[in-house]
């Protein structure tokens, strides 16, 4: 059992530190979370919806 | 030493103890008292009762360093059976007892008066004074003498009684109260393993015990069953059939307590008669005791097994739910120790035991011999603690105190060991000393855990230190308004560890036009470029404009190294006049380095050791369910138990 939670341990510590050299994230890279909320105003733009941020917003930059 | 003859008969006598005033003649048996050169004859003694003490007579012995020569005893009855006072003369010239009762011995030096409770007041567990040391009395019982041999320092006759308290201090300290004596007599001294009195001298082997031919068959009084008791130290046996209980003191005696017929059949799962070896010791199963407790008005029952050898004396096998604990009474007195958890707890030899549960027991069914006057229904009151896989217990009667240790035993090796047909009863729940199987494993996993997690932080803030998103290239650049513009930046070393994302953070001051960027990142020691285009600015939507001043955009898979960006800007026709020149930036970096991977690998190995703490909490959680101290949340996991 202790072994296998070493080994286990080991393959999960390895796959965090290439994780983070490939700068591989679960929430996305900066330019992934831009353009995602790009997308999303651009979307309530087109359907007056208020999901989508209209603007005035940090990343809007107006 | 001093010799004399006896008057009564011309034998031999001797008084090796100064001290020693009374000699037991050991041929006629006349029992004469040394007054000056005078001796006096006050009568003949009765016959000692048979017992498998080993000592005798004569046996040598050393006790911290001193020699010690065996010269008289005194033995006594008490209501839990037989033992020898044996009056010992040490090399020094000073008197001491030796006390042997059921293969436990303590060696005690009469000390100076005390102020003492009168022996009516005593209780057991009660914590008195001697000298500087406390004592808590264990037992406290009516002794009567049945016989004496040797030499002796005082007069005595058979028959005569006293009242006599035994107690126990720190360690291995014992003590002694005769109340028949005025002042009473105190007795301070230590209770010690055979082995460390160096003995010689002593009785032959062969001749204590279960020596051939003294078995003592009958048939009940009761119920007409055969019976059989073969050890010299047994008061009564027990008839299994029955329940008849026959006093064997002295041969086979009058039944003590009538056929109650046992209410329902019994059947041991360890024969009587069984023989095995445990712990490196031989043991026979003499008796038995089914014991039983009523708790919210259930009635939960276990049988403890009565062994006993030569050497070491008795032992007890106890079974519940299939769960076996092999126990023998402790050597020491425990200590308490603070309560935790709500839990009174004491210490023995090195361990803490947690209270478990405080019962009081009563007898339902005996079978076989005892070396006490045991009655069916006999009760007691018992509180144990545990510290798998230890069970410390201690067994209070009116008068009587007794600590007992019990350690976890395996069915299978018991059978094993006792060379028992069939398999053992399966265990059933949770035994009160168990161990867990989990035990350390979870404590193990969260110390690797920690491990890991140490090594993970290291690990982040050393790529952190690699990645070195602070330093940043940087280009400014200007384009008119309906021009174009191409520019590159100084070379600038970007950091990491392998080829991975970097980040392209424009800025621009343009308001009312749109705006775009050509971008190539080349690497300049290998040449290797990497284009992006991105657009910015404004577009007319109706009458609102709308549109960003700034962008992110990403190269993928950039290997660390130096680096120059390029832009080719162009812009749209502005309405301003006159035209103006736009600025921006363009920054080229590697976005710090984010924690969520981290967490996310903290939380995949803390998921091993947080599943053995739940099995381990599960597991003890039903342990402590038949326990005085069960709660709501016991046994609510029952992931692997058994």
């Keep these: ?62 | 030493m001093r010799t004399a003859n006896c008057p009564s008969c011309g034998g031999p006598l001797r008084f090796r103890g100064a001290t020693s005033i009374v000699a037991v003649c050991a041929f006629c048996k006349s029992t004469l008292v040394r007054d000056g050169a005078k001796l006096e004859d006050i009568g003949k003694q009765a016959q000692l009762l048979e017992d498998d003490s080993p000592i005798r007579i004569g046996a040598d012995g050393r006790h911290k360093g001193v020699g010690f020569t065996v010269v008289g005893r005194i033995q006594y009855r008490y209501g839990s059976g037989v033992w020898n006072e044996w009056h010992v003369v040490m090399a020094d010239g000073k008197s001491a007892w030796l006390s042997d009762a059921s293969r436990e011995y303590t060696i005690t030096f009469l000390v100076a008066p005390q102020a003492l409770p009168k022996f009516e007041e005593l209780r057991p567990g009660q914590v008195l004074t001697i000298g500087k040391n406390a004592f808590t009395a264990m037992n406290m019982e009516q002794a009567e003498v049945v016989a004496g041999e040797g030499e002796l320092p005082f007069r005595f006759t058979s028959g005569w009684k006293a009242d006599v308290a035994d107690l126990r201090g720190e360690g291995n300290k014992f003590a002694t109260i005769d109340y028949s004596e005025e002042p009473p007599h105190v007795y301070v001294g230590e209770k010690l393993p055979f082995d460390q009195f160096a003995f010689s001298g002593l009785r032959d082997p062969t001749q204590v015990g279960f020596a051939k031919g003294r078995a003592l068959a009958f048939k009940c009084a009761g119920c007409g069953s055969p019976l059989e008791s073969h050890l010299a130290t047994s008061e009564v046996v027990a008839c299994a059939t029955c329940g008849s209980v026959t006093d064997v003191t002295k041969g086979v005696g009058e039944v003590v307590q009538s056929a109650e017929k046992h209410k329902k059949k019994f059947k041991p799962s360890i024969p009587l008669g069984a023989e095995g070896t445990w712990n490196s010791v031989r043991y026979e199963v003499v008796g038995l005791m089914r014991r039983q407790i009523t708790v919210d008005g259930e009635k939960y029952e276990w049988t403890e097994y009565l062994l006993h050898n030569t050497e070491r004396g008795y032992a007890w096998v106890s079974e519940y739910n299939g769960h076996f604990s092999f126990i023998q009474n402790c050597a020491e007195l425990p200590k308490s120790a603070s309560w935790l958890g709500g839990k009174p707890r004491m210490k023995y030899l090195g361990h803490t035991f947690e209270h478990f549960q405080k019962s009081e027991p009563r007898a339902v069914y005996l079978a076989g011999e005892f070396y006490w006057q045991v009655r069916l229904g006999d009760k007691a009151v018992c509180n144990d603690y545990v510290a798998p896989p230890l069970i410390l217990s201690s067994e209070a009667t009116g008068n009587e105190l007794t600590w007992s240790l019990g350690e976890y035993a395996e069915g299978p090796d018991l059978w094993k060991a006792f060379k028992l047909g069939g398999k053992p009863p399966k265990p059933i729940g949770v035994g009160p000393n168990q161990p867990s199987p989990h035990t350390g494993k979870a404590a193990f996993l969260w110390k690797a855990f920690l491990v890991f997690a140490a090594i993970a932080l290291v690990l982040q803030l050393v790529l952190g230190a690699l990645i070195e998103n602070r330093s940043r290239l940087s280009h400014r650049f200007a384009v008119e308004a309906g021009g174009r513009t191409q520019s590159v930046s100084v070379p600038h070393k970007l950091g990491g560890v392998l080829a991975a994302p970097v980040t392209v953070h424009t800025t621009s001051n343009v308001r009312d036009t749109w705006l775009n960027l050509d971008l190539q990142l080349t690497n300049v020691d290998t040449g290797h470029a990497y284009g992006m285009k991105r657009a910015l600015g404004y577009t007319k939507v109706g009458t609102a404009m709308q549109g960003a001043s700034v962008d992110f955009g990403q190269f993928d898979g950039v290997p660390p190294g130096t680096y120059t960006v390029g832009v080719a800007a162009s812009a749209g026709a502005s309405a301003s006049a006159p035209a103006p020149v736009f600025t921006g930036t363009v920054e080229v970096y590697r976005s710090a380095l984010g924690w969520s991977n981290f967490w996310l690998f903290l939380g995949a190995i803390s998921l091993w050791p947080f599943i053995a703490w739940r099995r381990a909490a599960g597991f003890e959680g039903h342990r402590w369910s038949e326990s005085d101290y069960a709660d709501s949340d016991s046994g609510g996991d029952d992931e692997d138990d058994e």
Aim: hydrophobic share 35%; charged share 20%.
């Design chain 1, 1 to 62: 059992m202790f072994r296998t939670y070493l080994g286990y341990a080991l393959v999960a510590l390895g796959l965090y530190g290439y994780a983070q050299a490939k700068g591989w994230t679960i929430f996305g890279t900066e330019a992934q979370r831009f353009a995602a909320q790009r997308a999303a105003e651009a979307e309530g733009r087109r359907t007056g919806s208020s999901s989508g941020r209209s603007g005035g917003g940090f990343f809007s930059g107006k």
